[in-house]
């Protein structure tokens, strides 16, 4: 059963415009932070550990995901990471062209669960998994304690 | 349908802003009621996650995104939304879960990080609106409180103090309530009537304040409880109910809350109790402003249409009186983190059955209680009765 | 036991410590756009309100007459029937007197809202809308009030349309 009556001239029906406003502001959380001081303060890379099953995350996260017990060590990351997969990105968010593709990948560092999805500062002829690449920190007076403090990943 | 009880809760402290993210939140209220439980998370076979609008967050897919910090990840897990009426609505998606016989152990894990919506969380409310009908009207949410509050306030003839009684008796009550944001030992009826007028009737101190806050509850099987001998801190789920009315709350008397009087029969009805007022001992009815609190009562039956008031007036729902009444201090003293209320509505009926509420213990033995919360535009109501 | 907790989990945070900095956050806004459909029912309402006329369905399941209009009854839940003209006129169900506009800032004079049940559809079928020429000591529940349309030119199919409900004047019933 449907409706018993219904408009046949598109023209008839009206559309009500709108937007959806807000503004946010994240706080980086209690474990977040601890890396985005370190990260600003000291250009390093901290991830935390679990005391029960000895998994270490990066980034930290405040509980261990699989004990659901508080991770309480802090562990710097090595000096280099792997690329894990990359991706050369040729449209802007909106769908815009881009100027020149943007490469970003995920790189995972030995010994810690999870990594990071950020740029991957390579030729995109040159982009692929497996390439060794250490984080390339922005000078200390630019760095505010978030994410972007790190440029990208580079060889 | 087995038997399924509550035997370990948790919350956070209810504040304007915490610093943890929602998933720290959550994992700090999860923890500690798996702590209090002493039960461990490979032992839980469901987790249930309650939490409004991702509007409030900013996170989108919030289910989602919280799912690892409510103790998820590679579990049964959902997400479920009411509204105000989260913080009952997602026990009892717990209890659907035990009953059924499809998990032993459920953890139900509700959090709100409201802070993080600038420069309040009143912007993104404006979103419940109709967007052709309320909208382009640039509506307060507030004004559809003061519109409620008036249109029960005129039907019974219901004078302002005894509406504005409700808000020093549960900002008192909160002062035994460790997590507390508005406590206040000294508020005076003089402070209320006299405070900043809103949208008439509505004044600042009948309001709730937004607040950050996380809460967790661990539900067990008869099985389980026995096993494990938890009796001692065991409270049970006797009755559950849940009803939604339209939202063209503008068709509506608003006088009267049907949708939570469905509910409630629904849950009194599996409780078998047919003379509420008797048979229950206490109540945690949902007071996001303080009119609610009597509107609620009514609702659920336990006190005559119009006749709320009259209860608060003579210090019957006072913690020490005949049939208290939001003795956690309730949204109006402890905070409303709206889903994250699970902690003073499900979780005080647990503490107070368990002898666990501390200085807000009510000093008549208790038994049955019944809790209730309330969201979206006026239409959902979700009950809940336990007991020991 | 619970009861014997003394620290509760949580940092409380205030406004000054984000905004100087002194913990790390991120800030970030959604630009997020809509074009709502307004359907079948919304569509023809808002046509007959660029005309100046107010328009509800009826059912003839329970037979009520449903205003705003809607092409399913969710009583009966089933479609609605016919289209049928309402008044202009009404009685005010509630209202409030809000001394905060829109974006909860303080206002010295306060806004009159509230909502008015209109006159030819089912009883308590209503409409939220602004009160104007009437002071707040005037506005009452039970108040008999009817619509201030703007002029046709300007209006463009939308509840803004009419302006507000001011008291319903004598020999106007």
């Known amino acids: 059963m449907t409706f018993l009556e219904r408009t046949t001239d598109v023209r008839r029906f009206r559309h009500w415009p709108g937007h959806i406003e807000a503004d946010y502001i994240y706080t980086s959380g209690i474990a977040g932070e601890t890396f985005f001081r370190e990260l600003r303060e000291n250009g390093r890379i901290l991830g935390a550990r679990c005391p029960q099953c000895g998994t270490q995350w990066l980034p930290p996260k405040l509980f261990c995901e699989t004990c659901f017990r508080e991770t309480t060590d802090w562990v710097e990351a090595p000096a280099t990471g792997q690329v894990e997969a990359v991706s050369v990105v040729h449209v802007d968010a909106k769908g815009k062209p881009l100027d020149s593709p943007e490469v970003w ?26 390439l060794r690449v250490h984080p390339i920190v922005k000078p200390r007076s630019e760095r505010v304690g978030a994410i972007t403090d790190i440029v990208g990943f580079g060889p | 349908m087995r038997k399924v009880a ?57 289910g989602e995104y919280l799912a690892d910090g409510s103790g998820g990840a590679r579990k049964r897990y959902m997400r479920v939304f009411t509204g105000g009426g989260t913080g009952v609505f997602s026990a009892i998606a ?4 035990v009953a059924s016989g499809l998990a032993d152990v459920a953890l139900v894990v509700n959090e709100e990080k409201m802070s993080s919506c600038q420069p309040h969380p009143q912007s993104v409310f404006a979103y419940i609106w109709d967007p052709i009908l309320d909208r382009p009207l640039k509506p307060n949410l507030v004004w559809i409180f003061a519109m409620e509050m008036n249109r029960y306030m005129t039907v019974h003839k ?18 035994g309530h460790p997590c507390a944001q508005l406590a206040d030992a000294n508020i005076t009826l003089d402070d209320v009537v006299n405070s900043e007028m809103m949208a008439w009737p509505v004044r600042r101190l009948d309001i ?9 509850v661990v539900l067990a099987s008869e099985d389980v409880v026995r096993k494990r001998k938890m009796k001692e801190h065991a409270a049970w789920i006797k009755g559950v109910g849940w009803c939604i009315d339209s939202t063209m709350w503008t068709d509506r008397d608003l006088y009267f809350p049907e949708y939570v009087a469905r509910a409630a029969n629904m849950a009194y009805r599996q409780a078998k109790i047919d003379d509420p007022r008797k048979q229950i001992d206490f109540a945690e009815p949902y007071d996001p402003f303080d009119y609610k609190e009597l509107h609620h009562l009514e609702g659920l039956g336990l006190a005559d249409k119009g006749k709320a008031g009259l209860m608060t007036r003579e210090g019957v729902t006072e913690r020490d009186g ?33 002898g666990q509420s501390g200085k807000r213990q009510i000093p008549n033995e208790v038994r049955t209680g019944v809790c209730q919360a309330w969201g979206d535009l006026m239409q959902f109501g979700s009950v809940m009765v336990m007991g020991t | 036991m619970t009861s014997r907790i003394t620290k509760w989990p949580g940092v409380e945070l205030g406004r000054k410590e984000i905004e100087t900095g002194k913990v790390t956050s991120v800030r970030y806004r959604p630009d997020a756009k809509f074009a709502w459909s307004a359907g079948e029912a919304m569509s023809r309402f808002l046509a007959e309100l660029q005309e100046g006329r107010m328009i509800a369905r009826t059912c003839n399941g329970c037979e009520r007459v449903l205003f705003p209009p809607r092409m399913f009854c969710e009583e009966c839940f089933r479609p609605t029937d016919a289209w049928v003209y309402v008044r202009d006129t009404g009685t005010i169900e509630t209202y409030s007197i809000s001394y905060l506009d829109t974006d909860a800032r303080r206002i010295t004079e306060p806004i009159l809202v509230g909502v008015v049940s209109v006159d030819g559809a089912s009883p308590k079928m209503g409409v939220m809308h602004y009160f104007g020429e009437m002071t707040k000591d005037e506005v009452r529940i039970g108040m008999r009030v009817k619509a201030k349309w703007k002029p046709r030119e300007e209006r463009v199919g939308s509840v803004l349309d009419i302006e507000y409900f001011r008291p ?5 019933g």
């Open chain 2, 322 to 354: 005949d049939f208290p009444v939001c003795p956690s201090g309730g949204l109006m003293g402890v905070g409303n983190p709206i889903a994250a209320t699970l902690g003073i509505k499900i979780g005080e009926l647990y503490w107070q059955l368990t």
């Open chain 2, 208 to 216: 709730s304040p937004p607040s950050d806050g996380a809460a967790a």
């Open chain 2, 158 to 175: 219901i004078p302002y103090e005894d509406i504005a009684r409700v808000a020093v008796k549960n900002k008192r009550n909160a002062v």
């Open chain 1, 105 to 130: 990948a995920l790189i995972r560092f030995a010994g810690f669960k999870g990594g990071f999805v950020h740029r991957l500062l390579v030729d995109p002829r040159k982009a692929r998994a497996g």
């Open chain 2, 6 to 62: 509550v035997v370990g809760a948790g919350m956070t402290l209810f504040r304007r802003r915490l610093q943890e993210t929602g998933k720290e939140l959550s994992f700090e209220a999860a923890r500690m009621a798996l702590d209090q439980a002493g039960i461990e998370i490979n032992e839980v076979d469901a987790v249930i996650h309650g939490t409004a609008p991702d509007a409030f967050d900013g996170v989108h897919m919030k």
């Open chain 2, 94 to 97: 717990g209890w659907w879960h």
């Open chain 3, 168 to 172: 319903l004047r004598e020999g106007e």
